[in-house]
């Protein structure tokens, strides 16, 4: 874990926050340091996780249907690095978020997209053998 304030994170907003918390802090291993019921923050060695409520009245404007929309426009999309994305694909599944079956290959890496229970976007990275 990180000594002091971390160099690099990424807040999600979250309609359920505390489903999909728990969805990242399972999917990619991570270590919840702080929970209030409007921000929980999650750690591992290579990022902070800041998932903060979306405050009542833009929540209300929008559903989560089951399973999620995929919500694809937006500018911004990261990627986290896992053992395996197989794995990944399952716990995924179990959390109410998907990993995508189309792959694509990187320098040294294979890497699929995948959504969060809400439908946010991200990206799942393998290191190739």
Not at 8 to 36: C, P, Q, S, W
Not at 40 to 67: D, G, R, Y
Not at 68 to 90: G, M, N, W
């Amino acid at each position: 874990s990180m000594s002091g304030p971390a160099p690099a994170g990424l807040f999600i907003y979250a309609k359920d926050a505390a489903r999909v918390a728990n969805f990242y802090e399972t999917l990619l291993g991570m270590k919840r340091l702080h929970a209030t019921p409007e921000l929980t923050v999650l750690e591992n060695q290579s990022v902070q996780l800041l998932v903060h409520l979306i405050p009542e009245h833009i929540a209300s404007t929008f559903e989560i249907t089951t399973p999620p929309q995929k919500r694809e426009d937006t500018a911004l999309k990261f990627f986290y690095t896992v053992p395996s994305i197989a794995a990944a694909r399952t716990t995924a599944a179990a959390l109410g978020g998907e990993v995508f079956s189309e792959q694509w290959q990187g320098p040294g890496f294979v890497v699929c997209n995948a959504m969060d229970p809400e439908g946010n976007v991200f990206q799942v990275r393998e290191q190739a053998p």
